[in-house]
């Protein structure tokens, strides 16, 4: 296994921006006020990967919003949002085809019942890096760096590479006579802490074995365990900062999780998805439904990971 190439690889990819966040447009807000708020329209056709696209009828005939609101004097960010027919403690399975999306690193329970939602703030969108080890002797994924609290094996390659970050509110639920919902949460501004008092995860999608680099099979999401540290918290001055800059974005997204929350899904978000939203809105396009699920309908993605793996490079000729 060639580890100097892949670095190499991984270096190119941020510099030619496979792994580059979109461009947005810059915002004229006055940076020094740190005083504002952006409303964020929602739609169910905001998931990912493997993740179940929770798109049931009374969503489908409802609607939903949410907002961010923060003010750096009061030092506080507020999380809210209001829904009009959020399925009240439905149960959901990963279904047979494409199975419960677990991984050596990341474990998900196969079904959720009479559970709760949560929402998530994601930001810092592919604008941060950490690094990820890899077995020198074999090319496979060990961990993330803050998944290895006494260090990496000795025989194990450092790789730095882009993630994103996410963070969590508590759990809420819509009322069960008319499934509306209208939740607020506040959280400090300098250092957003989640329910479990963390700092949320650290996400990306990552060759899980070297000897396979461009082989969209041996790729795949990792979200780091168990919390991260209070020190790698949202400052909400650093996600303005990316935001006005034009290069992240910010994202609210809604999981359904179960209650309680299982030890190891702590500071992690069960891939069961409602409603969502982003700004800038054309950040990324919406997930496209299969036909069947087109008007309504829960289904699971087929997850495609080939849109992170590069272009296999043309060998290098001979001298």
Not at 226 to 245: I, K, R
């Amino acid at each position: 296994m060639d580890a100097g190439k892949f670095v190499r690889t991984c270096v190119a990819l941020v510099v030619f921006g496979v792994w580059s966040p979109t461009a947005f447009a810059d915002d004229d807000d006055d940076d020094d006020e740190r005083k504002g708020k952006i409303k964020i329209p929602f739609i169910i056709d905001r998931q990912a990967g493997a993740e179940i696209a929770v798109r049931e009828p009374s969503m489908c005939e409802g609607k939903a919003s949410g907002k961010i609101k923060w003010d750096k004097e009061d030092g506080e960010v507020e999380i809210s949002a209001k829904f009009k027919g959020l399925p009240y403690r439905p149960t959901y399975c990963y279904d047979d085809f494409n199975g419960n999306p677990s991984t050596p690193w990341n474990e998900y329970p196969d079904c959720v019942e009479d559970g709760k939602w949560q929402i998530w703030l994601m930001a810092h969108i592919m604008t941060k890096t950490n690094v990820f080890y890899y077995d020198a002797d074999t090319g496979e994924l060990i961990a993330n760096e803050f998944d290895l609290p006494n260090g990496p094996p000795e025989n194990a390659i450092p790789v730095e590479l882009p993630v994103s970050q996410l963070m969590c509110t508590d759990f809420f639920e819509s009322k069960p006579h008319n499934l509306k919902a209208k939740v607020k949460f506040t959280f400090d501004y300098h250092q957003m802490l989640d329910p479990v008092n963390s700092g949320g995860v650290y996400a990306t999608a990552l060759p899980t074995d070297l000897d396979h680099f461009y082989d969209p099979d041996f790729w795949g999401p990792y979200y780091t365990e168990g919390g991260l540290p209070q020190e790698e918290a949202f400052n909400m001055d650093n996600v303005l900062d990316e935001f006005e800059a034009g290069t992240s974005g910010m994202i609210l997204s809604t999981s359904y999780e179960p209650f309680p929350k299982p030890e190891y899904l702590h500071a992690r978000d069960n891939l069961m998805i409602g409603w969502g939203g982003q700004v800038p809105e054309d950040a990324f396009p919406p997930v496209i439904p299969p036909p069947e699920y087109e008007e309504c309908g829960t289904y699971q993605l087929v997850p495609d990971w080939s849109v992170f793996v590069p272009p296999e490079p043309e060998p290098e000729p001979e001298p």
